[in-house]
């Protein structure tokens, strides 16, 4: 999942959540807590900690 030309971006002013913007890429929803460790959305949402869950789910309404 690494890019050299991709950047980590936050949706909105507060967010806790970073989303990795990989251009030329299309469908694929990486984010991470920290920059550190990658998620991607639709393979690993069910592996997340309650915490992180009630997280995405926060900042993602339409999402599950």
Known sequence: ???DTSVWEKRYKGS????KNIPGVI???VFSFDKKR???LFQDY???T???RK???AENPLIP
């Open 38 to 40: 990658e998620y991607n």
């Open 1 to 3: 999942m690494s890019n």
């Open 16 to 19: 806790k959540i970073w989303w």
């Open 27 to 29: 469908g694929e929803f």
């Open 50 to 52: 309650p915490e992180q």
């Open 55 to 57: 997280l995405v789910d």
């Open 46 to 48: 069910e592996k997340l």
